[in-house]
């Protein structure tokens, strides 16, 4: 994500059609990532934002999400990012015997649950926001995380289980 050159697009066009802005795509120091930990038995979040997309900021981030989980295994379910993968987090991983990798096969993102908690942050944090810089999405990024985690709720992969609610007329229709 990077700040925007141009200001944001109007919401909707005179047909009735959302109108999109350009992707703004490029490479330097104002780009920023955002990197994320879903705690799927509370629902709460752990976000970082860097200023790069490597292993010493994935490791960084792997160091936030064991000072927020002191007890038990953490499974990190991730993508297969080279840094993810590299010998510098190869041996990392090592010396923090507590996180395990789960590499999710290419083309299934969906399978990961962290994956819906973006969508909501997406439209909670950056939905329509023009950022001058870094720090400002930053900013957004803490501020949206903290927000989100005060109504964190465990997250279940599947359908919702069905409503218990008692119809209370039931109309039998005879020919």
Partial sequence: MIPRTFPPAPG???DGHRIKSEVDYGRG???TWVYGALRVRDGHE???TASSRNSAFYQQFLQRVEG?????????????????????TRTWLEDHPR???????????????????WRIFRK????????????EIDQATRLATA???TRARPWV???????????????VYSI
């Fill in 12 to 14: 909707w066009s005179p």
């Fill in 29 to 31: 120091p104002e780009k």
């Fill in 46 to 48: 752990i976000t970082m």
């Fill in 68 to 88: 927020a989980n002191p007890a038990g295994d953490i499974y990190v379910v991730t993508d297969n990012l080279s840094s993810h993968n590299s010998l510098s």
């Fill in 99 to 117: 996180i395990r990798h789960v590499f999710i096969p290419v083309g299934a993102c969906w399978l990961n649950l962290q994956e819906g908690w």
């Fill in 124 to 135: 909670a944090a950056l939905a329509g926001q023009s950022f001058a810089g870094p720090p």
């Fill in 147 to 149: 927000q989100l985690n």
């Fill in 157 to 171: 992969w599947g359908r919702p289980t069905p409503s218990t609610r008692v119809l209370r007329r039931r109309y």
